[in-house]
Nanobody
Framework: QVQLAESGGGSVQTGGSLRVSCAASGYTNSIYCMGWFRQAPGKKREGVAAIAVESGRTHYVDSAKGRFTISLDRTKNNLTLEMNSLKPEDTAMYYC???????????????????WGQGTQVTVSS
């Protein structure tokens, strides 16, 4: 069993920055890839960024490239997403996720995620 607990988030104006973090606990040795997903009201949950635990290789969706940075502190099992130049369309509930296989090429699809956190809200006002 893996437990994921997000923190951070909040409200910011357009162009601002926020950080969300995720603490992983439980059977963390089973985690090979971690990522961030988001879901806006009325929309499907979508992947934002992912990081392979062993290699540190990162993946971003196009909307996040150049603005978001995903990082993992393996000693503390802590995942972070730094978000800069935020836009109103970034407003969503952000979820931490993990899978027990290596994400070599891309951000995992939401239906492939094995463990989810409870989510933390990010709101960007214009």
């Amino acid at each position: 069993q893996v437990q994921l607990a997000e923190s951070g988030g909040g409200s910011v104006q357009t162009g601002g920055s926020l950080r969300v973090s995720c603490a992983a606990s439980g059977y963390t040795n089973s985690i090979y890839c971690m990522g961030w997903f988001r879901q806006a009201p009325g929309k499907k949950r979508e992947g934002v960024a992912a990081i392979a635990v062993e290699s540190g290789r990162t993946h971003y969706v196009d909307s996040a490239k150049g603005r978001f940075t995903i990082s993992l502190d393996r000693t503390k099992n802590n995942l972070t997403l730094e978000m800069n130049s935020l836009k109103p369309e970034d407003t969503a509930m952000y979820y931490c996720a993990s899978v027990s296989w290596n994400c070599f090429y891309d951000v995992p699809k939401s239906e492939q995620v094995e463990n989810w956190g409870q989510g933390t809200q990010v709101t960007v006002s214009s």
